[in-house]
């Protein structure tokens, strides 16, 4: 983080700190009618946040709006599990209206689902008028009537540790069943439909080969995925690529013959939930994958790290783990190896 942003963020939080000290409340937290969650930063992050969102739907008469950022809102918005949705995208204008208007709301409870401390989040919790303020303890923790111990990151799976807030309601959340809620749209499920169908005439295999992720860090090479494709014609599969628009030239220059899909986050959740195999670099495709249990083979970068990976919640999953900062050196034996048995796996 760069030097002027980390004053920036000291500054918001010992800000948040003077203005919004709560009183400590001990007990569950009960009466709820009216939650609003917290969640900004990536799209990863804000899908992760979705089953607790599903605990919360339990609660009989409740209603969940959400406070997300530019660059999550398609992770909540056309989705029905939320009723209104608070859109920050970092002007102080638009913080100062959302704080109005959501202090006209009479929320009963504002819960901050970051797993670590926003400063920006913070400033809406300390600015937020609600009863009770719930989080994960951190060491903005002042700011909440209640809090819950933070699991281990090195040994608790992000999702449960975000699922660990609703125990401040006396939730105990089935861990069975818990998973990401997200449902794309009939329209992006016929795209896709239209995509497989047209692109593929024989019923084999469908895989998904995501070629990028958030950074070049996580690109495995173009000869590697040629390589790749070579070799799961040997399965009898139909695969194809999954890519951004902006990018759709480096997926021709891999292979000419492989089809190409491209689209919206929800166009994208369509196409995975119809496939049979993911394959991808870490990323929040991943998390899509789990909400319709397609399973997955990864390559992860897990570099100055000791915290758990970010893999699917509830997918088959199998992967091949790099402790260096790019996928550069994942040799191509290592990954077919691992894939090789993880096809044999779900298909058994």
């Known amino acids: ?12 939080l010992k800000f948040a700190s003077l203005l919004g000290k709560a009183e400590k ?9 009216k939650i609003l969650v917290v969640r900004l930063n ?40 939320y009723r209104k949705i608070y859109i920050y995208d970092k002007k102080l204008k638009t913080f100062l209206k959302i704080i109005k208007e959501i202090n006209s709301q009479n929320y009963d409870c504002i819960i901050d689902s970051h797993d670590d401390v926003s400063s920006t989040a913070s400033l809406f919790i300390a600015l937020s008028n609600c009863k009770f303020k719930a989080a994960l303890e951190k060491s903005n923790t002042k700011l909440f009537t209640h809090t819950i111990q933070r699991p281990d990151a090195t040994k608790t799976h992000p999702v449960e540790r975000v699922l660990e807030i609703s125990q401040l309601f006396g939730i105990n959340p089935d861990l069975n069943k818990a998973n990401i809620l997200y449902k794309p749209s009939a329209e992006s499920l016929l795209k896709a439909k239209d995509f497989l169908n047209s692109s593929f005439f024989e019923k084999k295999l469908i895989i998904g080969i995501n070629l990028f992720a958030g950074s070049d860090a996580r690109f495995w090479g173009k000869e590697n995925f040629k390589n790749l494709i070579e070799y799961l014609k040997s399965f009898n599969t139909n695969t194809f690529f999954i890519c951004p628009e902006n990018k759709l030239d480096i997926a021709k220059s891999i292979s000419n013959d492989v089809p190409v899909f491209s689209g919206s986050l929800d166009s994208a959740a369509a196409v995975i939930s119809l496939s049979g195999l993911l394959i991808t670099p870490d990323t929040s495709v991943v998390h899509l994958a789990s909400a319709s249990k397609t399973p997955v083979f990864g ?3 897990h570099y100055n790290t000791d915290e758990v990976i970010w893999s699917p919640y509830k997918s088959k999953f199998d992967c091949v783990i790099t402790k260096e900062p790019t996928l550069e050196n994942v040799r191509f034996e290592d990954v077919i190896q691992k894939l090789s ?5 779900i298909r058994s």
């Open 25 to 33: 409340s001990k007990g569950t937290i009960t009466g709820i009618k």
């Open 42 to 81: 990536n799209i990863g992050d804000a899908l992760i946040t979705t089953p607790l969102i599903g605990e919360f739907k339990k609660i009989g008469g409740v209603t969940i709006d959400i406070i997300c950022s530019e660059r999550n809102k398609m992770v909540f918005e056309e989705q029905e599990f």
């Open 299 to 301: 390559l992860y970068v």
């Open 341 to 345: 048995e993880f096809i044999l796996r």
């Open 1 to 12: 983080m760069p030097k002027p942003e980390r004053i920036s963020k000291s500054l918001s």
